[in-house]
């Protein structure tokens, strides 16, 4: 299933995130991302299933039409747990596994 810049522009709002941090976590330049999102550019197939992706893992789940209904998005968690999640990826570092005992 292909991205609506519609879906784009909610999904990001609903994750609240920035154009800036969605570019960034998805590896899709600035000016790609803005073009999208109003219409003027058309992401490569590498670079939307990058940006789908990463709104996915800050916790979008993306809603296929279905008969009369229309595409759209929705939290695949909680508004706390999507907070949660968008905060964690604005903190830093390096990303390691966790081998606690």
Do not use: H, Y
């Not at 969605?22 to 490569?44: H, M, N, Q, W, Y």
């Amino acid at each position: 299933m292909t991205m609506t810049s519609q879906q784009c522009v909610a999904a990001r709002m609903l994750a609240e995130v920035d154009q800036a941090l969605l570019s960034e976590k998805a590896g899709v330049p600035d000016d790609i991302l803005a073009g999208f999102e109003d219409g003027r550019t058309i992401p490569t197939t590498r670079e939307m299933t990058a940006l789908r992706l990463s709104l996915e893992a800050l916790g979008i789940e993306f809603i296929p039409e279905k008969g009369a209904s229309g595409v759209g998005v929705r939290l695949k968690f909680s508004k706390a747990q999507s907070a949660a999640i968008s905060t964690w990826e604005t903190e830093g570092g390096d990303a390691a596994e966790d081998n606690l005992p």
